[in-house]
């Protein structure tokens, strides 16, 4: 109650009066213009009780109680004075006219009356003209001036006042009375039909009703009928205008009676003011900057000297969020440089950028008490701080827009959060009788980066900065913005040491200021990582010491930095599960009241039969007075902080499941829960009660146990977020709350457990010994919710969940199942049934998922005390109801285990029959790798993964699901090829390219049909799917098509562009030609006929964006009864393209790389350590090593700096053992484990061994392994426990052989390079560089398996060198844009001397300028683009036409139906290729490559001569010899083809036949040039505005062959290109 009351002094201020009544209530009373209007009554039972409403006799004759009452809600428990207040003000203020004159009255809103003096009668009522700014009497007038800066006397006047009088008396009785001041409507008409006038000069401040006065430009509002706008057009009543500005000076005000505008009270006219220029006013200092944007105040100074009244409505602090981001800052300079280069006027009016900050709200602090009340308040909402704005949180500030074309700002893209944070500190701040003016109702959340001030628009003749100015900047991202520190700072220009403003005080959001209890688990959580080997126990005791040392008020640096290390080790070790027993499981509960969120959460309780174990944590907690619920909507706050910690209480004491208990509509109140869980490594699951419709809104209002009306929980449904994380779990609805649905046991866990395919690890793997209940397929959450729907629960046991397999499981069952758990199959639900006992509908079960039960079934319902087996009683003796139009259920084949007991079984040694209700923990394990891991080896005796003595086929793909041998083609996988995995122009948008840069119109008649559609200069544009592409391609047991529409006409062309982007399928199929048959059609026909080819299929995945095509393959999946599965994949769809979304905070050119997927997903990094660790084990068996095996292996290259490539491995030996003998040994060892890609390179440098291994959640990865020796026998035998670093091991083997030396080269050289790029640039960031430059470098013919081409390892060396000599000057937050660019400025200006000592005698000196000419040529491209985009790199690496003008193609391919032997060759030849590309230069011929090879195929270009043919056969006469033997072994095939290039036509110009007759005169041109001015080197030659890339490429590569140098200039999108000579 104070604090409303205090609100309402705060807002009305002198209208409202607030005294005790007699019943010790309060009682409240509003005046209008003097007049008391409204009394409310409070009594101590407020706001459980409603106020006493109370008006005087006639005015409630005209209507205003029953007016205040029908118009304004009353909910009980909430506050309500403000809504009554308000009302009644409104009514009062529109009939003004009706009310009497002022009366007296002993309830002055001014306080106590004056009853000394005559007066004392007149002296209770307000005067209601100085309320509205219009008395004229001043201090001469009888009635009271609230807030007058003098105190009258008993005549009403001050001694001075009556001095003036008298000595005015005479002169004013001569003069007479003055004229009466002209009005603001006056005013508003001169200036809008006065030419002389311009509107954009003037400024209007009027009264807001809650904030106070405001500034806004004249031309701002609407001066037509205020009835008739609209509600987003701004217009005001004329009686609200306080004044108006010309330019900065005031020139007309009803407060003091001024009129510089007509002159009506003495003063100038506004002629004279336009005349004369900006003349300073005589009764009016000069002020401040007129605000525009009223949440800006605060970087014009403000000068405490000026009159108050005009400046007493304008804050004089502002609550913010400091912009510390390195990106940020530098994004606004670009900005701001681009600005002041079109306006350099503006540059006082730039914010410095180390002011960037976000305003919240602004305050008006005047007096220190305010100060002090400030300072107090932003301690108190500190908690608030952390719960709202948790620091995992990041503001994105993306793109840039402007108020009123007078501030430029860039964009906060709107949080929920921090609106919600906003209104909490308005209504905070109010709530402590501060005054919050110049904040709008709508708050826009923006960074401030330059404003116009009047001085500024006067010296720019403009009153608007141009958007031209920004406009390349509109929609840049500019970064990401770390909340951590909310500041309360001081109006006024920044200050600050740091360039910041004058802060009166400041809060953090760190973890520290969480009560003691998270402390602890800090500690907890940091040594159990240290148990399991993530980090070392010195940096344990660092790291706690730290978190000890940290003060809750303290800086919190330290502590924060504790946090991010944690965060990163944990990422580092991708989310270690929870490896200890006490680790509970976190379950987050959203839904609206009566849902059935706490009854879930009390039945979970109650099944685990321990209640001791679990924690409910609600914020209705909070509101529990013993068994009486009180809730008070002003506490939410201090409700959900109480939550909180609960929260921590429960993690802190070992609770095994601990539950969050509150509505959560919106995703912000559930973040920091979830950030907690992430950061100490706890299990976490969302579920979610829908509630998709109004009838079930209905009944949860029928039933929520707190009374929630149906209004509120509507507006609850309105602003729900959706949680794409969440779990579904269907309400109980249709019965009323005493007889609700009882879950199943244990439901609660199953659907947290079947929604994430994971289990309660720590309970598992606590277990002594386990039983397997069932064997089954478990539903997913949709076909439950399916499920329901289609046939309503009739019983109130719900089941629901799943088919049962196999009962008591025996071992051979289990067996031979366990391939099958996590495999999804689809149930074809065939008929339904149901009894006074038990409901359930009868499925069938795909082919080859066998079941002991004879009827398979899922049981919905059943009756109290009927168990779910009644279903099969039933079944065996009755035909379930056939359904008219069968329907499709999706599942998991898992298995339901628990902990086993000594009653399971008897004394013969027999299992007994296992119970459904046998009161232990069951877990349903739907998860392959968790099945064998941790239920296998205890359910079937398997090895474990530490003592297994054997390495036999089973145990490898047990313990790594790694598929080393041939599997039979059990998976197919389909990929639609036009938008899906490449999008290109529709016919019409083709059509008018072709036309565009070639010069003549589309030869044909179709589009889809013929090549030209998909070849230069038509250009493709990649989709989402190709990541799915590129992560299914090779697959253990897989084949992967591309299965297209187009026509056979078109394979050619889109092989062309599948190989352009380095994805070969194994097949491409098409429609064709001229076939009439549709493609939904063909595609159904080709899916029946690959089924009939590969019989041994279970699993289709179909890829495709038609909805004709994904509609025939539903129907065709539906109606197909065999064991096979078919996954149907719409990549239109938003869940889809959500699902590995490119992130706005990327560079351009990272998501240039991540539109390609050229970046390792996180499936091919997990299974590529899975490959390591598989191969270091088996190499520890071979040479006996008992340790760890991660002490013998060093793995090195590029796939640890982020890129999607082979992975080289280096592994000791002892001194025993020769790296060459070895690695037979280890090729024979892993040929008997079953692995069959194992080929055996004899270099005589560095002989290596090549193991390529199959996995079954990614593609097919190749390892390098090499061997080096330690010749210490007593080094090697007592290696440390912790690996030796890389260092300590070379100086091992400095006196070793030097196979091992050079072994060994790699990992010392990858320590180099990570040495060097620690703490300066992420290694993601330096991958993606290195892997932009491999992609550019290929896509020009200089990178490839050929002598003279440059190799990754040189490109990461010149990489790290460049880093090394920048270190200091590079920033921490350089993107990957600008470290490329920077790169390619360095390494073209490097000496060949440099370049020779990099790549040594790898590339011969004559090659390297054409390597520097490709990254100046890019160099180039990046120059000339403002800002970098995904087309800038698309253009950069736009393969040339290979082969080039006047070479011929050669192309060695290979063949077989062995696909062992063929790949075993195809590592030969890529070994051997270099030797002979070298003999071929020494030959005189000049070697092309194709900068990519597909499987089985090597090609490159030669120089066409007369000898080309002979040189090349006798070159390769020893390399066909050596392969001979090999080939008459294995049965492959291999061809050398050459065939002819391009340079075989008639014209000389390159595709002379297909180039238009502009281009045709192009290319004489520079024919012509070239032959003219061979001996002039100051020559040159201009092409003006070439716009194709396809036709500036044939102009460079024409020059090259007839020796010219070319120079690209850019205009926009229009290059010239300058030719010169040599």
């Not at 000068?303 to 804050?315: E, L």
Request: glycine content about 6%.
């Amino acid at each position: 109650m104070d604090e409303e009351c205090e609100a309402l002094s705060s807002i009305f201020m002198d209208e409202i009066s607030i005294g005790s009544s007699g019943s010790g209530g309060r009682e409240i009373s509003l005046f209008h213009e003097g007049n008391r209007v409204l009394t409310l009554t409070l009594t101590d039972d407020y706001p459980s009780k409603a106020p006493t409403l109370s008006v005087p006799e006639h005015l409630e004759k005209l209507g205003l109680k029953e007016h205040v009452l029908s118009n304004t809600p009353l909910e009980l428990g909430s506050p309500m004075l403000f809504d009554l207040v308000s009302t009644a003000k409104e009514w009062a203020s529109s009939r003004s006219l009706c009310l009497p004159p002022p009366q007296p009255s002993s309830a002055s809103p001014s306080g106590p009356s004056d009853t000394t003096g005559a007066k004392a009668k007149n002296t209770g009522s307000v005067c209601s003209f100085y309320l509205q700014g219009k008395c004229r009497f001043g201090g001469k007038c009888k009635k009271l001036h609230p807030g007058g800066s003098t105190q009258a006397t008993a005549s009403g006047q001050t001694p001075q006042q009556k001095q003036q009088e008298e000595q005015k008396s005479s002169s004013d009785s001569a003069e007479g009375k003055k004229a009466p001041m002209r009005q603001a409507i006056d005013v508003i008409s001169r200036i809008l039909w006065d030419p002389d006038l311009p509107s954009e000069d003037f400024t209007i401040g009027y009264l807001d009703r809650f904030v106070g006065v405001m500034e806004k430009p004249f031309s701002a509002f609407s001066w037509e009928d205020i009835s008739t706008v609209g509600a987003n057009v701004l217009a005001i009543p004329k009686h609200r205008i306080q004044y108006f500005k010309y330019k900065e000076e005031i020139v007309w005000d009803k407060r003091c009676q001024l009129d510089n505008f007509f002159g009506s009270r003495g003063g100038k006219v506004i002629q004279e003011l336009v005349a004369a220029g900006a003349v300073k006013s005589q009764q009016q200092p000069n002020a401040s900057e007129p605000q525009d944007v009223v949440t800006e105040l605060h970087f014009d100074e403000i000068d405490a000297q000026h009159d108050s009244h005009k400046y007493s409505d304008r804050p004089t602090h502002f609550v913010c969020l400091h912009i510390t981001d390195e990106n940020v800052k530098r994004n606004v300079r670009k900005i701001q440089d681009h600005l002041l280069s079109h306006t350099p006027q503006l540059s006082e009016g730039c914010l410095p950028v180390n002011a960037l900050h976000v305003t919240l709200c602004m305050v008006q602090l005047k007096k220190e008490e305010d100060i002090e009340k400030a300072k107090a308040l932003m301690g108190r909402i500190r908690k608030q701080f952390i719960l709202i704005l948790p620091c995992c949180l990041q503001l994105t500030i993306s793109g840039v827009d402007n108020f009123h074309e007078r501030l430029v700002y860039a964009r906060v893209v709107p949080d929920p959060a921090l609106e919600r944070f906003v209104s909490f500190i308005l209504e905070q701040f109010q709530l402590a009788g501060l005054k919050v003016p110049g904040n709008h109702e709508q708050y826009t959340p923006h960074v401030t980066i330059a404003k116009l001030s009047r001085s500024m628009a006067r010296e720019l003749h403009s009153s608007a900065i141009s958007s031209a100015s920004y406009l390349p900047f509109k929609e840049m991202f500019l970064g990401m913005q770390r909340i951590d520190m909310l500041h309360l700072c001081f109006v006024g220009k920044p200050k600050e040491v740091d360039g910041f403003y004058e802060t009166v005080a400041s809060i953090s959001n760190s973890l520290s200021g969480l009560p003691p209890v998270f402390r602890t688990l800090l500690k907890k959580r940091m040594s159990l990582l240290a148990e399991q080997g993530v980090i070392t126990e010195h940096r344990v005791c660092h790291l706690v010491k730290a978190v000890e040392n940290t003060h809750p008020e303290a800086p919190t640096q330290e502590f924060d930095s504790v946090i991010a290390e944690l965060l990163s080790e944990e990422n580092m070790t991708c989310k270690l599960p929870s490896a200890s027993a006490n680790q509970p499981t976190v379950v987050i509960l959203r839904g609206l009241p009566g849902s059935g969120k706490s009854f879930l959460a009390h039945c979970c309780t109650e099944a685990l039969q321990n209640p001791a174990a679990v924690s409910i944590c609600s914020a209705d907690s909070y509101f529990m007075e013993g068994e009486r619920y009180k809730f008070n909507p002003s506490s939410l706050p201090q409700a959900h902080s109480y939550c909180l910690e609960l929260f921590l209480d429960a993690l802190g004491s070992g609770k095994e499941l601990i539950v969050i208990d509150n509505t959560n509509s919106k995703l912000w109140e559930y973040r920091l829960y979830i950030y907690l869980c992430e950061l100490l490594g706890h299990t976490y699951h969302i579920l979610e009660t829908p509630c998709p419709n109004e009838l079930l809104s209905a009944k949860f209002c029928s039933r929520n146990v707190h009374n929630v009306d149906q209004l509120a929980i509507s507006r609850m449904c309105q602003r729900w977020e959706v949680d794409e994380r969440a779990v579904f779990v269907p309400p109980a609805v249709g019965f009323p709350r005493a007889n609700l649905l009882q879950p199943p046991q244990f439901s609660l866990l199953s659907l947290c457990l079947s929604a994430n395919n994971s289990l309660d690890i720590a309970n598992l793997d606590s277990f002594e010994t386990i039983k397997a209940v069932y064997v089954g397929v478990f539903l997913t959450t949709e076909s439950q919710w399916k499920l329901l729907s289609e046939f309503g629960p009739t019983h109130p046991m719900l089941h629901s969940s799943h088919v049962t397999l196999h009962h008591e499981s025996s071992k051979s069952e289990l067996l031979a199942l366990q391939n099958k758990v996590g495999k999804k199959v689809q149930l074809k639900v065939t008929g339904s049934f149901f009894t006074d006992k038990v409901q359930g509908v009868a499925v069938q079960l795909p082919r080859g998922v066998l079941s002991q039960n004879k009827n398979p079934h899922v049981t919905i319902s059943t009756n109290e005390g009927v168990p779910p087996s009644h279903s099969n009683t039933f079944l065996s003796s009755q035909l379930p109801m056939s359904l008219r139009e069968p329907f499709v259920l999706v599942g998991t084949i898992g298995v339901m285990v628990r902990e086993g007991c000594q009653r399971d079984t008897d004394s013969s040694g027999e299992q007994t029959v296992i119970d459904d209700e046998v009161p232990q923990l069951k877990v349903c394990v739907t998860s392959r790798s968790l099945f064998k891991k941790f239920v296998a080896p205890k359910l079937l005796d398997l090895p474990t993964a530490t003592d297994a003595s054997t390495s036999d086929q089973t145990s490898c793909e047990n313990r790594w699901q790694i598929f080393p041998s041939l599997q039979k083609t059990t998976e197919l996988y389909l990929f639609d090829f036009d938008c899906t995995l490449f999008d290109s122009p529709n016919p019409v948008a083709g059509k008018a390219l072709y036309e565009k840069y070639s010069g003549q119109p589309w030869p044909h008649r179709g589009w889809l049909k013929h090549p030209e559609s998909l070849l230069p200069p038509i250009k493709t544009t990649p989709c989402p799917a190709i990541k799915d592409f590129r992560d299914h391609l090779h697959r253990a047991g897989s084949l992967t098509f591309v299965l297209t529409g187009r026509q056979q006409s078109t394979k050619k062309a889109v092989r062309e562009v599948l190989e352009n982007a380095h994805m070969y399928p194994q097949r491409i199929i098409c429609k064709p030609n001229d076939s009439d048959e549709k493609t939904s059609v063909f595609k159904c026909r080709v899916f029946k006929q690959l089924l009939n080819e590969f019989p041994d299929v279970t699993l289709v995945k179909f890829w495709d964006d038609n909805a004709s095509n994904l509609a025939s393959m539903r129907s065709l999946s539906k109606s197909f009864h065999q064991n096979v599965e078919v996954e149907i994949i719409d990549v239109t769809a938003t869940t889809y393209n959500k699902k590995d979304p490119v992130l706005p905070s990327l560079s351009a050119l990272e998501k240039y790389l991540q539109s390609y997927a050229y970046l390792p997903s996180g499936d091919y990094q997990e299974s590529a350590r899975a490959g390591i660790h598989f191969l270091r084990e088996e190499h520890c068996k071979v040479i006996g090593f008992t340790g760890e095996s991660s002490l013998l292996c060093y793995t090195f290259g590029s796939f640890l700096c982020g890129r999607r490539s082979d992975v080289d491995i280096c592994l000791l030996l002892p001194p025993s053992l020769a790296p060459r003998d070895h690695m037979e040994a280890f090729a024979r060892h892993l040929e008997s484990c079953g692995v069959q890609y194992v080929h055996v390179g004899h270099s005589s440098r560095c002989p290596r061994l090549k193991v390529m291994l199959s996995f079954s959640t990614t593609s097919s990865i190749n390892f390098d392994i090499v061997f080096a020796t330690i010749k210490d026998d007593d080094l090697f035998t007592s290696l440390p426990d912790k690996r030796p670093s890389v260092t300590e091991v070379a100086s091992w083997l400095k006196h070793g052989d030097a196979v091992s030396k050079t072994a060994f080269s790699g990992p010392l050289f990858q320590n180099k390079v990570e040495e060097i790029v620690k703490g300066v640039i992420p290694m993601s960031k330096f991958g993606a560089v290195v892997e932009m430059v491999v992609r550019l470098l290929s896509a020009h013919r200089q990178k490839g398996n050929a002598y003279h081409c440059i190799r990754t390892f040189h490109i990461v060396s010149l990489l790290a060198g460049f880093i090394k000599d920048h270190r200091s000057e590079l920033p921490k937050d350089l993107t990957c844009d600008d470290l490329f660019k920077q790169f390619l400025e360095c390494v073209t200006l490097l000496p060949a001397e440099k370049w020779q000592s990099v790549v040594k005698d790898f590339v011969p000196a004559e090659f390297i300028p054409k390597v520097i000419d490709v990254l100046s040529r890019a160099l180039r491209d990046l120059a000339a683009e403002d800002c970098c985009s995904i087309a800038t790199y698309e253009e950069m690496v736009d393969r040339f036409p290979f082969p080039p003008q006047g070479y011929n193609t050669v192309e060695l391919s290979l063949g077989g139906t062995d696909a062992v032997s063929l790949w075993k060759l195809s590592s030969t030849v890529e070994a051997r290729l270099p030797t002979f590309t070298r003999q071929l230069l020494r030959a005189g011929l000049d070697v092309i490559p194709n900068g990519s090879s597909k499987d089985g195929n090597f090609i490159f270009a030669v120089n066409d001569s007369k000898s080309t043919s002979q040189t090349l056969q006798s070159t390769l006469r020893p390399f066909w010899n050596e392969i001979e033997e090999f080939r008459k072994q294995s049965g492959v095939t291999v061809e050398l083809k050459m065939g002819p290039g391009r340079g075989q036509s008639d014209d000389k110009s390159p595709e002379m036949g297909t180039l238009s007759s502009a281009m045709k005169a192009v290319m004489r041109q520079i024919e012509e040039f070239a032959s003219s001015s061979s001996s002039d080197s100051k020559a040159e030659l201009t092409l003006k505005s070439l716009q194709s890339k396809h036709e500036r490429m044939l102009v460079y590569e024409t020059a090259e062959r007839l020796g010219l140098k070319h120079n690209t200039i850019s205009f926009g999108k229009k290059k010239d290109i300058k030719l010169t000579i040599k």
